[in-house]
């Protein structure tokens, strides 16, 4: 997701095997916060960072929802005593911190991810960044008190954007 486009771009691949391609692309249907990372419960921040779909829930108050793992080691590190939860992509129109993509939307990428999940995927990666991480961007934002976190995130960025694969996190560990 990349926050300043205001859309979630959904890549697939079949079973795990060569580069993950472009699916679709949903626009959001409400956004909240600004760019830069949640750090605490109750900002209405989108996070910015590295999750997984970790829950599937058909009987949400918003159509369906899929949770993310948030708040991860990553944003435990370096967040507020209360970093805040229940970060969900889901249905409807409305958001203090989730990604909604309407009901047609997420009944689509609801079913993507179950197919996966069936398939055999015990991983689904959710890449959320505040805008494209190249230094051009970064330029133009020089004076954000998040430049530093914003380049942390930078290697897993390029490299999905080269080889179309998610970096993994102990590669990500070695090139810090």
Partial sequence: ????????????????S???????IYPLAATSGTLGPKRRAGDRQVPEGFYEIDRFNPKSDYYLSLGLNYPNAADR?????????????H????????????DAGIEEVYLLAV????AGQPVIPVH???????EAELAKRRSSPHQAFWRSLMPGYAYFE????????????VAR
């Avoid at 486009?5 to 079973?15: I, S």
């Avoid at 060569?18 to 679709?24: D, R, V």
């Fill in 128 to 134: 959320i960044f505040p805008f494209p991480l190249t």
């Fill in 18 to 24: 060569g580069p993950y391609e472009l699916f679709e």
């Fill in 115 to 118: 197919a996966a999940r069936a």
């Fill in 91 to 102: 249905g409807g129109e409305v958001t203090i911190g989730c990604m909604p993509i309407t």
């Fill in 77 to 89: 590190a370096l967040g507020e005593p209360n970093p805040g939860g229940d970060i969900f992509i």
């Fill in 162 to 173: 080269q080889h179309h694969d998610v970096l993994r996190m102990e590669a990500l560990a």
């Fill in 1 to 16: 997701m990349l926050k300043s486009r205001a859309q979630v771009e959904v890549w697939a691949r079949n079973q795990g």
